[in-house]
């Protein structure tokens, strides 16, 4: 069993069980598949299958799904098939190379592909909102992804940080806290990456900290994501109010705000929902210290 993080996707796989099912199956390629919903299909590759999970059609993205089970991007290949379909789009001047767009239609058509049914754990986090949603899920009583079973190991790079010092008078609840942490605050029902600094006073509630960021005392921190290195000045409160207009640059509108790297929040500001604060932001690029739901500061539409 392999927890992989890959591109938008995390996922906990058993590929003795996948490869044993292409072998059953005299497969030429199988595609790992995972049931999404019909308002998430269009954002994924499609696959087609007839009862015995045969593949009978591909469609990359497309506007009407015909099906619900979504390619997860994982294969496995027979290697003469690979390698002669890799040689062949290589020499086609019409290919963009990308395996949904062009390897995996052609080999539809000549060889024997099939659908592996996943039904383990798989997020999509090529939203805002589902990587936020992916880190709240960790902090369940039974969450569906348990870093705590030791049936099988995550194998990351992990820097070295001093253990986790929580002050007297400090507030921990439903949380998961990261080496090299300083919490003489309140933490709520968030995640906080290495480093991070809570000053006294301050509250974090349902965000994501990333690491050496430092929230000082007496600011507020709800419903945000906040990069790496983010100061929030003291007194701030950063996911104000109960206005959810939405951002004009993204989907945002579920109340999450954003604030990119290295970025400054003065004092005393309050920040409404659903904003982006861009990277390397100061307090001079702040106009006002009540900055309204949906507000973008740094960006401009595109970018």
């Known amino acids: 069993m392999v927890l992989v993080l890959s591109g938008?996707?995390?996922?906990?796989?058993?590929?003795?069980?996948?490869i044993s099912f292409h072998t059953e199956n005299q497969a030429d390629l199988t595609i790992a598949g995972a049931s999404v919903t019909p308002e998430e299909?269009?954002?994924f590759g499609i696959l087609e299958?007839?009862?015995s999970y045969r593949v009978i059609g591909f469609e990359e993205k497309p506007a009407m799904p015909?099906?619900?089970?979504a390619s997860m991007g994982i294969y496995v290949f027979n290697t003469e098939v690979l390698s002669d379909a890799l040689k062949a789009d290589a020499?086609?001047?019409?290919?963009?190379?990308?395996?949904?767009?062009?390897?995996?239609?052609?080999?539809?058509?000549?060889?024997?592909?099939f659908a592996y049914p996943f039904s383990g754990y798989w997020v999509d986090v090529g939203t805002i909102q589902a990587y936020w949603e992916a880190h709240m899920a960790l902090l369940d009583d039974n969450p569906?992804?348990?870093l705590n079973d030791r049936g099988w190991i995550i194998h990351t790079r992990s820097e070295e940080r001093p253990p986790?010092?929580?002050?007297?008078?400090a507030l921990v609840l439903h949380s998961l806290i990261t080496d090299g942490c300083l919490i003489e605050g309140t933490v709520e029902y968030s995640v906080l990456s290495p480093g991070v600094h809570v000053e006294r006073g301050a509250v974090v509630r349902r965000s994501i900290v990333m690491g050496d960021s430092v929230i000082r005392a007496g600011a507020m921190v709800d419903h945000t994501i906040l990069d790496k290195n983010v100061e929030v000045g003291v007194g701030a409160h950063v996911g104000f109010g109960a206005d959810y207009t939405p951002s004009r640059v993204t989907d945002l509108s579920s109340g999450l705000t954003l604030v990119g790297k290295s970025s400054i929040i003065p004092p005393n500001i309050k920040i409404g929902r659903n904003c982006i604060?861009?990277?390397?932001?100061?307090p001079q690029d702040f106009t006002t210290n009540d900055v309204p739901s949906g507000t973008v500061i740094g960006l401009v539409a595109g970018e």
């Open 66 to 69: 015909k099906s619900h089970l």
């Open 49 to 51: 299958t007839d009862d």
């Open 8 to 18: 938008d996707h995390i996922y906990k796989m058993d590929y003795d069980r996948m």
């Open 164 to 169: 986790v010092n929580i002050r007297t008078g």
């Open 144 to 146: 569906p992804l348990d």
């Open 41 to 43: 299909a269009s954002r």
């Open 277 to 282: 604060i861009a990277s390397d932001m100061r």
């Open 91 to 113: 020499a086609d001047p019409g290919s963009s190379h990308d395996f949904g767009k062009n390897i995996v239609p052609r080999l539809l058509h000549q060889c024997r592909v």
